[in-house]
RNA sequence: GGAGGAGUGCCCGAGUGGUUAAAGGGGACGGGCUGUAAACCCGUUGGCUAUGCCUACGUUGGUUCAAAUCCAACCUCCUCCA
């Protein structure tokens, strides 16, 4: 189908969120009227959602933007199951607490993305450990465990994946397509949310929810997933040196943050823009055009627009302004990551291993000697190779800091306090 | 419950008494080339107060001058049988 009725639909296919969708022509002209309320669930097993959850994070918004209802599911009660789609082993179970924590920590991120409150097209925001750990085992095996088959349970792929590769699949996880499928039904009674949005991976989970909620309930429900995100060279996204890269002011710096958007492999620029920046559609043809060395023109937009998103507009653009003085001019830039040290530290010398350490760009004094050897270690900006380097009093600049480099991008400052 | 097989570093996987901090690959990181890209080439990839010491081959004990390697028990998984 190429021409949508909804402004919904249409949106969503002009930025490439499409990869699969159940009853197209019912759901767009539902959708047209308004009548669409859409979910996506999001487990809490971190204290930060990462890049690779931003793209049901902006479906959300191009919901909202189009005039209908999202909420945000959170996951307090699945992640105490734990989703084994994509995963080779058991997930490690996490505690209340940490699942209580990381859910605080996780609703900050939405704000910046949704509006929240009780108007027509206001977000909502839901935890479905609120009725699911309500449920009574028998009453609930009785009322739903009985439109499952193992038959067909057995064909998922994420069940398929670990039996084949002959690792473990518990029961408690093999329950966690029958939670989500709950979940759906659950949204539809409470807020009439008809359509559930995920990855491609999420398929299958959610098209169990909409059989459930048909035999129920004898509803009427959609789904809609987006490709998994991988760079064009096949890497899974959001993977960085210190590992994801989340959301999170507090887990991932704004600078780091624009500095992964930033680090976009060309074949990738035009697809990003779309899904993960709002400027218009003309506009991105225009930018994924440029060849060469000039789409870092392009690359710097995105990071820029990308990290507006999620850290406002003052972060981001301080994150641009530190990009372009460190890299184009070279310069001491006051926006990079910062690391406190105390003054007193200095007064016999600072092993430069121990700083690498402290700085967070090496996890241990030997990590820290390697890159020496390798030759990646700078000093306000001077190449070392002595592993045994002291940083003392005079290293430091006038406004009380020293750079330290690991490699042509990684930069800290160590401020002297 | 019975019989057989398996559990190795971030991941995959070789190794069946010493020369093994453990081949090879992947990933990751660093260097080179470049455009803060990709591809490619090179290097690194347990920790430490470091010519030595400690920790590590599912767990716990044992044999031995010496164990990832042999033995015992246990745990977990797989396959076949009941």
Redesign the pocket.
Known sequence: MTSYKSDFLRTMSARGYIHQCSNEEELDAKAAKGEITAYVGFDCTAKSLHVGNLLGIMMLRKLQQSGLKPIVLIGGGTTKVGDPSGK?ETRQLLSDEQIEANKQSIRKVFERFLTFGDGPSDALMLDNADWLLKLNYVDFLRDYGRHFTLNRMLTFESVKQR?DR?????FLEFNYMIFQAYDFLELYRQTGCNLQMGGSDQWGNIINGIELGRRVEGAELYALTTALLTT??G?KMG???KGAVWLNEDMLSPYDYW?FW??????DVGRFLRLFTELPLDEIERLEKL???E??EA??ILATEACKMAHGEEKAADAAET??K???QGHMAEGLPTVEIGAGELDNGLGL?TAL?KAGLA?????A???IR???VKVNDEKIDDEKALLHGDDISNEGIIKLS?????HVLLKIV
């Open positions: 080779d039996l002959e690792q473990p699949l518990t064009s060279s890497a993977k960085t040196a500095q930033r680090n976009t492999e060309d074949a060849e060469g060395a789409l870092n690359k710097k990009a372009r460190t890299f184009e291993l350490v996890g241990s004094n030997g990590e000697r390697r890159h390798g030759g990646a690991l490699g042509k991008k990684r």
